[in-house]
């Protein structure tokens, strides 16, 4: 760990009130020592980061931490603050603050070491220790390990640091299959757990998470046996320790990789932190699920959003864990939402928008004609809208039950086209698809059966139940609600027009890239599938509004620039390019310094241009492209209108909100000098 921390990566007086200046603060540390390349764009990948989820653990520990290309060697910078600063713990700030900074390519061996790392903040005599050290270089040193913490540490947290973390074993020294009882023969046959850990990164909570199960196993005489999916390696648990387990814990914020492995064992869903912070409650969960003969829960897993799965497991709120099934599906259909859409609109640019009758071009392509270009071009985007509303339905089942929940999904997916039922039907058969396979999931089977379950037995069932449901049951009420929808939508006018560019443009805005800007894009998207007048209206007043955030902050930073920090300045004059491509989530990094200023303002500013889109009547067939599809709008002039008028509306409310706040404080003297936090 000699390379990864020095004295100079040490701050024992960190007078940071915030998480964003502690970060930036010891961020500035590493810039000195030549770490970290660019400040602000490793910065705005920690609060990326930050996004996902709290990085402040229980016990006064803030470990900020990322994966960066502007890093150039796997770095750690110590800061310990007086007054502790809030991370989001459940019990309270953080004094002991770990930046963790790793590059994006960063070999095995340093995270490993990084890992090993997060492992001894578990260990109490350890964090003891670094509370009470006074001089940097030995603060250093006992971070390398170099100097030992106080005796009575548990002999893990002493790990060597190039020992391998892919598996932690509950015993010390016996086989990774052995008891841990103390006892040469042990008078009954000891529980047996194997649990996977992982988090987004992959860096620390990885590993916090398999040594807090690790000690609370030792502590409950438990043999348990841990995966952990991190960036330092992936090593697999041997499926005979599987097959030997009583139960299964799963303490993870990103999908667990071959979960059908499990099929059969009691599982315990939950969050990484939840590992770390009530190891032995899941112990003891585990435990109950396993006397009561819970053994089908293996794949009805929380759902994922683009690979990820829901913090809190099965025991998320209905509501949490709904939306996360749905943004699963949305996740998977964007990108060909914006293949399909964009070669349409292309195809539009070159041959008019009659093109979209040209026979096949399998049979009438001439090479040099204009027109048969934009013929292969509409006809390969519209061979990709057509996967729209099947992969919608099949990846929101896939969110609910797994790789089982496919078949059945893409199946619902194609039979809710066939009746007409759109989008909404791929919605409902999504949901179905998922409930079904959950359900079959639940029925107790031979074990010999287990191995055809998931790629014969489930698709089979499932796929004749979701389309006995979409063709018989469901599926011509929801047909008649997407056409009544459809009809109000092309009878939009007036007030209510104007209404609806309103809500979408709050939408849209409130957060950035978010559920709600989710479920606003994907309403418009929607209706490309199936254009109408209404529809192209709809995908115009989106668009136009998710533009104004970032370009409102642009323009904030240049007309007032004072009012910013220098790193907003900075990410003031990427969101112009970030804006015009209609890229929302450029405006967050000044969301996060300052939501309650920021976040009101351009959500005003959008819904003044999502209401002014839709009273223009502008249209937009393209789902996505900014200011470079601005010729295939219909109202160009009027539409740019639109988006000017709400980017100005909101950078004079930021501007405005953000002058009042420094009138009534007394902000210290702004300076770009390096090592000086300027407040935001």
């Known amino acids: 760990m000699s390379e990864l921390i020095t004295a100079e990566l040490v701050d024992l007086d960190l007078s940071a009130e915030t998480k964003h200046d502690a970060a930036r603060s010891l961020a500035e540390r590493m810039v000195s020592e030549g770490r970290v390349t660019d400040l602000d764009g490793f910065l705005a990948d920690v609060e990326a980061r930050e996004a996902q989820m709290p990085t402040g653990l229980d016990g006064g520990i803030g470990i900020p931490h990322c994966r960066s290309e502007h890093v150039t060697a796997p770095t750690l910078a110590f800061g310990r603050s007086g007054p502790g600063i809030d991370f989001g713990a459940a019990d309270g700030p953080a004094d002991l603050i770990f930046l963790i900074a790793a590059p994006a390519g960063a070999d095995d061996d340093h995270l490993t070491i990084l890992s090993a790392l997060a492992r001894r903040l578990m260990d109490r005599e350890f964090t003891d220790a670094l509370r009470a050290e006074r001089d940097p270089g030995a603060a250093a040193a006992l971070i390398r390990g170099e100097e030992a913490a106080p005796a009575g540490s548990a002999p893990e947290a002493s790990a060597p640091d190039d020992a391998p973390a892919p598996k932690t074993s509950a015993s010390d020294d016996a086989p990774m299959a052995g008891p841990v009882t103390g006892s040469a023969a042990p008078a009954a046959e000891p529980f047996r757990i194997v649990a996977v850990t992982s988090c987004p990164t992959g860096i620390a909570h990885t590993y916090m998470a398999a040594e807090s199960l690790a000690a609370a196993a030792r502590a409950d005489g438990v043999v348990l046996d841990v995966e952990t999916q991190g960036s330092a390696g992936f090593e697999r648990l041997d499926p005979e320790l599987i097959a030997a ?121 001439v090479w040099g004609q204009a027109d048969s270009w934009a013929a292969l071009l509409n006809q390969i985007g519209t061979a990709a809208f057509a996967f729209l509303v099947p992969v919608l339905a099949g990846y929101i089942a896939y969110g609910m039950a797994d790789r089982p929940a496919l078949v059945p999904g893409f199946v619902g997916g194609a039979i809710a086209l066939t009746i007409d039922a759109g989008f909404l039907g791929g919605l409902t058969a999504g949901l179905l698809a998922g409930a079904v396979v959950m359900a079959i999931q639940r029925v107790k089977v031979h074990p010999t059966l287990r191995g055809i379950m998931p790629v014969l037995v489930i698709p089979l069932i499932a796929s004749a139940v979701v389309g006995f449901l979409m063709f018989i049951v469901v599926g011509k009420p929801i047909a008649s609600l997407q056409h009544a929808l459809t009809d109000g939508l092309n009878g939009l006018s007036g007030s209510n027009a104007i209404i609806l560019g309103i809500v979408l443009g709050l939408m849209m805005c409130f957060d950035m890239g978010g559920p709600l800007n989710k479920v606003a894009y994907a309403f418009a998207v929607g209706g490309l599938a199936d254009p109408t007048p209404g529809s192209l209206k709809v995908m115009a007043a989106v668009m136009a509004a998710g533009m104004v955030p970032p370009l409102a902050m642009a323009l904030a930073t240049t007309v007032r620039g004072r009012l910013f920090s220098k790193a907003e300045r900075e990410n003031g004059r990427a969101a112009w390019v970030l804006g015009a491509s209609f890229i929302t989530e450029g405006a967050i ?69 953000k002058g009042v706040r420094r009138s009534t404080e007394a902000p210290a003297p702004a300076t770009d000098t390096p090592k000086v936090s300027v407040a935001a």
């Open 589 to 657: 990094p000044f969301a996060a310094a300052d939501p309650l200023r920021v976040i009101p303002s351009v959500m005003a500013g959008g819904a003044v241009t999502g209401a002014l889109s839709m009273a223009f009547g502008c249209t937009l067939r393209a789902p996505h492209g900014g200011i470079f599809v601005v010729p295939l709008i219909g109202n160009p002039l009027l539409y740019l209108l639109a988006i000017a008028a709400g980017t100005t509306v909101a950078t004079a409310l930021v501007v405005l909100l």
């Open 245 to 365: 387990a009583d139960a299964v814990i799963w303490a993870h914020d990103v999908e667990v990789r071959d979960r059908a492995r499990f099929d059969g064992k009691p599982i315990v869903d939950t969050g990484v932190k939840a590992g770390i912070n009530r190891p032995a409650e899941l112990i003891a969960e585990a435990r109950q699920k396993a006397e009561r003969g819970e053994t089908s829960t293996v794949a009805a897993g929380a759902g994922q959003q683009d690979g990820r799965a829901a913090p809190g497991g099965d025991h998320a709120h209905f509501g949490v864990r709904l939306r996360t099934y749905l943004m699963s599906g949305v996740s998977y259909m964007v990108p060909f939402v914006a293949a399909g859409g964009l070669l349409i609109a292309l195809s539009f640019a070159i041959g008019g928008y009659e093109i979209a009758g040209a026979k096949s071009v399998a049979d009438h392509f």
